[in-house]
């Protein structure tokens, strides 16, 4: 049916995509991507076959030009399928634009879910996932860095970053120093491929591993929250319990 269609592609292993994702690529009257050869080879691994379809690269910044043409499309009744390069689309990727200016003029617009790294991450750190922060990339240089991981100090949930493999060592640092050095920090690389590895450490212990190496690979890192200094409300009672029977002698 007409509208278009935000569909989540795989962040490595291709065969994470699902079936109805599948079926949108197969039967879109278009299709747009971020990166078309990433599509192409997507369509091929699955046996979709584009046939004359059109495969339109698009992009926010791409422009309104390239989105009006979308639109377009959509207004003669027709679906696009729209997936970024990886993973789920809008999500710290482009379609932002495109989500809002389709659903601003009233067409149909839905979304096949599926993977995502802020997700997968959280699933695999162990750390709270009742309320979490996506920070998306935090800024490249250390100063704008550091002002945003300060204004994230008393966030109550769990921190969520991409960050880029050559940058995380000096991102764990800016870290442990504007968050405190004892939170607790999970590093998860390359999800759902072969070289998975998730590790954990405290900020200033992560740091030091990685102090002037670059990562490769994918990274997420994950940060605990800000946790209240002192003593559990077991220990208040605990220590009640003893001053009362102190007491009573
Ligand atoms: N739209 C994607 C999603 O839903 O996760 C994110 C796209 S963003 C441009 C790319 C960043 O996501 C990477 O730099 C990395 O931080 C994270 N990422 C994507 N795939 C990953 C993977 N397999 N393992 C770890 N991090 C990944």
């Known amino acids: 049916s007409p509208g278009l269609y935000f569909v989540a592609t795989p962040i490595g292993t291709a065969r994470d995509i699902t079936l109805r994702a599948l079926d949108i690529l197969a039967s879109a009257d278009a299709i747009a991507a971020e990166d078309t050869r990433s599509m192409r080879r997507l369509l091929d ?24 043409g979308l639109l377009k499309t959509l207004s003669e009744g027709r679906s696009v399928a729209y997936a970024s390069e990886a993973g789920t689309p809008l999500i710290a990727d482009p379609g932002y634009a495109l989500a809002r200016e389709a659903a601003e003029a009233g067409y ?8 995502s790294a802020v997700i997968t991450a959280l699933v695999l750190a162990g ?23 300060q204004s ?13 493999p050559r940058r995380v060592a000096a991102m764990l640092e800016d870290a442990a120093d504007m968050l405190g ?15 998975e590895e998730i590790r954990r450490g405290t900020l200033a212990g992560l740091a030091a591993e990685l102090a002037g190496r670059a990562l490769r690979g994918e990274v997420v890192v994950v940060i605990d929250r800000a946790r209240t200094e002192g003593a559990s409300s077991e220990e208040v009672e605990e220590a009640l319990r003893h001053a009362l029977e102190s007491m009573s002698l």
Not at 50 to 55: F, I
Not at 108 to 115: C, E, L, M
Request: hydrophobic residues 40%; positive net charge.
């Open 45 to 68: 691994i699955h046996g979709v076959p584009l046939g004359d379809r059109p495969l339109i690269s698009y992009h926010d910044h791409s422009g309104p030009r390239a989105r009006a």
């Open 108 to 115: 149909a617009v839905t979304a096949a879910p599926g993977p």
């Open 127 to 149: 750390l709270p996932t009742d309320a979490f922060f996506f920070g998306g990339f935090l800024p490249n240089a250390s100063g704008a860095r550091r002002k945003t991981l």
């Open 152 to 164: 994230l100090r008393e966030v109550p949930g769990t921190l969520v970053f991409y960050e880029s």
């Open 181 to 195: 050095e004892a939170r607790e920090a999970v590093i998860c690389r390359e999800l759902t491929k072969k070289f």
